[in-house]
């Protein structure tokens, strides 16, 4: 080798080496994410998103980060519920124009307070009772008694018997013969138990119905608003949004009402009932952007199509919830 080729070798030695020593000893390791491995070098993992955060050691922090998540400035919880309280439409228009970081996901949303109202339903929920019209003198009354009242043996009689005089269903369409024995089957059970076991089956098969139920009114939107086009897709998330609402505010209520004094709380309860079709107007409006009677006119037919399809959903439940009970 030559002199010359020496010298050139050995000062490129010299600059790598004190490099390659600085990479190992001196330069600082970026934090590699919990989740995926990744390198983190700010908050959160470009990779899967995830926050970067330390170990948590003691209930103390625990608490510390839940309370952080919920009441930070950039939390997308307060956002969400305020937009989804006193901004009808708007959780859906901004989701539809693309603005959707800052919010929530519209299913999540549905998902998560449909199961706070049925928990608050299910505590608040009284014993079933059975509704009976008598006249008499010249007066009509409506009666309402408790199951395990009206369907109380009389003196001297046996279950069995009750159970017989009670339980005696009426039905001469197709499949008689087996549609009768189940009926007379889910009558005894329901008399046994003064409907409890009914009643909450009910409630536990009731949010699988109105999630089904939505598909349906999504279509009956996609016949009423057919021009200017729009997608399936859209009247779904209308749904999902105004649902997520009505689940909210009912939840509300029930937990309120019962602090309140009765004649403050039936004025609570009537200002609900009048906001509800008010925010489902403005709603529409602010998501299809059509004229104020012709939103009102949809509105209607919208209303009158949703009853009917929730009667016909009431009560599929309520006899699947009888026979299956």
Not at 121 to 134: A, D, G, K, T
Not at 268 to 278: A, I
Request: glycine share 6%; net charge positive.
């Amino acid at each position: 080798m030559l002199p010359e080729q020496t010298a050139a070798v050995a000062t490129a030695i010299c600059v790598v080496e004190p490099a390659s020593g600085g990479l190992q000893h001196g330069a600082a390791v970026a934090p590699q994410c919990a989740n995926c491995g990744a390198a983190v070098t700010g908050k959160y993992c470009s990779n899967c998103g995830q926050r970067f955060e330390h170990e948590i050691h003691s209930v103390l922090h625990f608490t510390r980060e839940a309370t952080e998540d919920l009441t930070h400035a950039d939390s997308r919880l307060w956002s969400t519920i305020l937009a989804l309280c006193f901004k009808p439409g708007f959780l859906t228009r901004e989701f539809l124009s693309g603005r959707r970081v800052r919010y929530l996901p519209p299913l999540r949303l549905y998902l998560v307070l449909s199961v706070l109202f049925f928990l608050i339903l299910s505590f608040s929920h009284h014993q079933p009772r059975i509704v009976s019209i008598r006249s008499g003198s010249g007066a009509t009354s409506v009666v309402l008694t408790p199951p395990k009242e009206a369907f109380a043996a009389k003196p001297g009689e046996t279950a069995q018997q009750r159970d017989e005089r009670i339980c005696k269903p009426d039905y001469d369409g197709p499949a008689r013969s087996i549609v009768l024995p189940a009926l007379a089957r889910a009558c005894r059970k329901f008399v046994a138990d003064g409907g409890r076991t009914a009643s909450a089956a009910f409630l536990h098969n009731l949010p699988r119905a109105l999630f089904v139920l939505l598909p349906a009114l999504a279509l009956i939107m996609k016949a009423m608003y057919r021009r200017p086009r729009h997608y399936y897709v859209e009247h779904l998330l209308f749904f999902l949004h105004n649902h997520a609402f009505g689940f909210l505010v009912f939840a509300l209520l029930f937990l309120i009402t019962p602090f309140l004094p009765p004649a403050l709380g039936t004025w609570l309860t009537v200002g609900v009932w009048l906001y509800v079709p008010y925010y489902l107007f403005v709603s529409l409006r602010c998501v299809y952007g059509q004229g104020p009677w012709l939103t009102f006119a949809k509105l209607a037919v919208l209303s009158f199509a949703y009853i009917i399809c929730a009667v016909i959903t009431l009560a599929v439940t309520g006899a699947y919830s009888i026979f299956a009970a």
